[in-house]
């Protein structure tokens, strides 16, 4: 029979009761406090602890969580992850039984963890703070040379290194800039328009591309007052105050008088400074032969001259200088000596061109072969004026200066001499004429005399001055 205890003798040590000499005591019930809180055992041997907020509870559904009693039975092992099988069972996973329950690879995982960054966070929370130091990001890019690139009302803002730049929460403005200032609390920072206002530390004085033959500079020397605007390393404007705004290659001008030029445009202004005869009858090519002015060399005032070797019918031959080419042909030969004209038909070769006419009977007469021709290089419309100077003109002679179109009549002005005395004539022109690239033109001479008739030379004379004006 088991130990029979009697019943326990009791003493009071002030806070409590306690048995005598440390006997145990049978207790059947032990209450805490008032009746509503004690400790029993029930009729299956279960220790159950009753209180006025939970209620009944046996040891074992108190270490359960009231789920009853957790089973370990998987056998976890260090670094395990936990895996419940059921509402009351542990199991132990390893990393790979993990993967394999989620079904997931290594690079399942790794992408995963670098997938989404903070940079691509649509709405991050704001943070206070933020590090923008060389040594962390925060939310900000790290600070290693990397420029102020926006100084514009919300706009993004990095900070170069040894500089911290702001954004004015409530201004939305560029505030701060000093390395190491103190921006935080009521401290006011500097305003940012001191740096780059006149006389600021880095004050802008250009915009260039990154190879910096393209830009526009507001002072490429010291206080010119001038703006530059350069493309592919050439100075194509400049905006200027005293002499007003004229391009380096001067293709636009605009005096501070409101005076619009085009220097570069197309313009030609030519005589003749060699006496010519004309002969009677003839739309004659003129040799002019000395250029004034010719803005985009269309003028072609060059003269091939020599002396022929060789009487054959209706060649020029010239074997000596072998100077001819196939670009000659459809210009005009002039017989020196005794004043005829032809026009080459062909090219035979160096030293041999075939004529209209039969100008060298002798073939040892002297001759200049010339074409005196502007060849227009741009489409446009062209004011296309002249004169032609006739040296005495007799006998109710008509004279005529005309302008030839690749070889026909465009424009002409005619004078008939009204006394039978000897004056001289100054039939001149002035027409606008459409053009296409490659159209030319020349001043021709006309007169009915009988005879050969000579031009008078200068740039007061005969002469013809181009312009293209659309």
């Known amino acids: 029979m088991g130990k029979i205890y009697p019943h326990p003798q009791w003493k009071d040590t002030g806070d409590s009761k306690e048995t005598i000499d440390d006997e145990p005591a049978l207790v059947t019930k032990l209450e805490v406090g008032d009746t509503s809180t004690h400790i029993t055992k029930d009729g299956d041997g279960n220790m159950v602890f009753t209180d006025a907020v939970t209620g009944e509870l046996t040891l074992a559904e108190l270490e359960g969580g009231g789920g009853g009693g957790v089973d370990t039975s998987g056998t976890p092992v260090d670094n395990d992850y936990a895996k419940f099988t059921d509402a ?49 990001h925060g939310l900000m890019p790290k600070a290693d040379s990397i420029k102020l690139a926006a100084i514009e009302a919300g706009a993004t803002v990095y900070p170069d290194t040894g500089e911290q730049a702001f954004l004015d929460a409530d201004l939305a403005k560029l505030d701060g800039i000093e390395a190491g200032a103190d921006v935080t609390g009521s401290n006011a920072p500097q305003a940012h328009a001191s740096t780059h206002d006149s006389g600021g530390s880095d004050q802008v004085h250009s915009l260039a591309d ?19 605007m350069d493309v592919a390393g050439t100075e194509r404007l400049s905006l200027g105050d005293a002499a007003g705004n004229i391009t380096a290659d001067h293709w636009l001008f605009g005096s501070p008088a409101g005076i619009i030029g085009y220097p570069n445009q197309s313009h030609a202004s030519i005589y003749l400074n060699t006496t010519q005869p004309i002969p009677t009858g003839f739309n004659r090519p003129v040799a002019l032969d000395t250029e004034t002015t010719d803005t985009q060399n269309e003028f072609d005032s060059s003269q091939k001259t020599g002396t022929a070797d060789e009487n054959t019918l209706n060649h020029l031959v010239d074997d ?9 042909v459809g210009a005009t030969v002039w017989n020196t000596d005794d004043g005829t004209f032809a026009t080459v038909t062909v090219f035979n070769d160096a030293g041999d061109l075939t004529l209209s006419a ?22 446009g419309v062209y004011l296309v004026s002249g004169v032609v100077a006739f040296d005495d003109v ?51 001479a006309y007169h009915s005399h ?16 181009i312009t293209k004006i659309l």
């Open 394 to 444: 007799s006998d109710y002679d008509r004279t005529a200066a005309k302008v030839l179109k690749n070889g026909s009549t465009v424009a002409f002005s005619d004078l008939n001499t009204s006394t039978d005395g000897t004056v001289d004539s100054y039939p001149s022109f002035a027409a606008t004429i459409p053009l296409v690239v490659d159209d030319y033109l020349q001043l021709a």
């Open 88 to 136: 009351d069972t542990i199991e132990g996973r390893s990393y790979t039984e993990v993967k394999q329950d989620l079904s997931l690879e290594d690079s399942d995982i790794n992408t995963l963890i670098t997938a989404t960054k903070l940079d691509d966070l649509t709405a991050p929370d704001d943070n206070t703070d933020l590090d923008a130091s060389a040594a962390k």
């Open 320 to 328: 000596g200088n072998s100077q001819f080419a196939s670009g000659d």
């Open 210 to 228: 990154d190879d910096d033959d393209t830009k526009i500079q507001v002072e490429e020397s010291a206080d010119e007052d001038i703006i530059r």
């Open 450 to 465: 009988g005879s050969n008739i000579n031009l008078r030379i200068g740039n007061n004379n005969t002469k013809m001055v």
């Open 358 to 379: 039969d100008i060298f009977p002798l073939g040892t007469e002297n001759y200049t072969l010339y074409w005196a021709r502007f060849t227009v290089t741009e489409d």
